[in-house]
């Protein structure tokens, strides 16, 4: 799998997996990004939106579907179960110089040098970004308009980092809560502006939850179908079934 495949952003998810991470994965509060707050923002004269500081990834135990994990197949993994994996502290802080620079996106969308959608890039991550644990901060801008009024509004405000990384599946326990494996070698790729983060209001690492109610959307229509499909199996294999048999339990009155 080439590094470009390994981002870790929703275009990539197996709509089944993203299901079941965002059932399993604690409901969001009141979004209230300190990234983005009133008090950290100024603007220019062109009217570009400077943030001072911001938190754009975060130390933590987050679940991931098995088919978000880079290299699933070859280690084994259930495509369908939900993994816990941890971003510990000391690879994030390898991680922060990688962040700097890079550009901020509409939505989540893998790019290098060689494939970089310009319509969806809004600003850019500053070179001052510092690891402040379990935060990396980092100071950003944003350019359009159109993006600077979703922030002020409210409409869309919270930040989600796509990175790639090398999984160790290596299960272990932090300050009580377990976790199936441990995020290596993270190397950031963009940060995303979303309406809403999966992974909570002070940080969003990762993907974002819109995405991941359309993949829910999607997946319900998919067990429709199955559901569907298995009726039709049933009726063509029992002619009784059709003719609407019903128990004998439960008699009609005109049998009585």
């Not at 084994?76 to 990688?98: F, I, M, N, V």
């Not at 299960?171 to 979303?194: C, K, Q, T, W, Y």
């Not at 990762?206 to 569907?228: F, H, I, P, T, Y």
Request: aromatic letters at 8%; proline letters at 6%; a positive charge.
């Amino acid at each position: 799998m080439s590094a470009r495949q390994q981002i870790v952003a929703v275009d990539r998810l197996g709509f089944i997996c993203a299901m079941d991470a965002w059932r399993r994965a604690p409901r969001l509060a009141h979004d209230e990004v300190l990234a983005l707050d009133r008090s950290v923002r100024t603007f220019d004269k062109d009217g570009h939106l400077h943030v001072e500081m911001a938190n754009v990834a975060k130390a933590c135990v987050s679940p991931y579907g098995g088919q978000e994990i880079p290299g699933w197949d070859a280690l084994g993994l259930d495509p369908y179960r939900t993994y816990q994996l941890y971003r510990d502290p000391k690879e994030l802080e390898k991680a922060t110089p990688s962040f700097a620079g890079k550009p901020i996106l509409i939505k989540h969308t893998p790019l290098d040098a060689n494939d970089h959608p310009f319509e969806k890039v809004i600003g850019a991550v500053g070179s001052d970004v510092r690891f402040n644990a379990p935060y990396i901060q980092a100071a950003l801008t944003f350019w359009p308009g159109e993006a600077i009024d979703l922030i002020k509004s409210g409409k869309q405000r919270q930040l989600s980092a796509g990175y790639a990384y090398r999984p160790d599946m290596t299960p272990g326990n932090i300050e009580g809560e377990s976790f199936d494996g441990v995020m290596r070698d993270i190397r950031f790729n963009h940060l995303a502006l979303v309406v809403e983060g999966r992974q909570g209001a002070d940080i969003v690492v990762g993907d974002s939850r819109e995405n991941l109610k359309m993949a829910q959307m999607a997946a319900d229509a998919q067990v429709r179908r199955d559901a569907v499909e298995k009726t039709r199996r049933y009726l063509s294999k029992w002619p009784e079934a059709r003719a609407g048999w019903r128990p004998t339990a439960s008699k009609r009155r005109s049998d009585v």
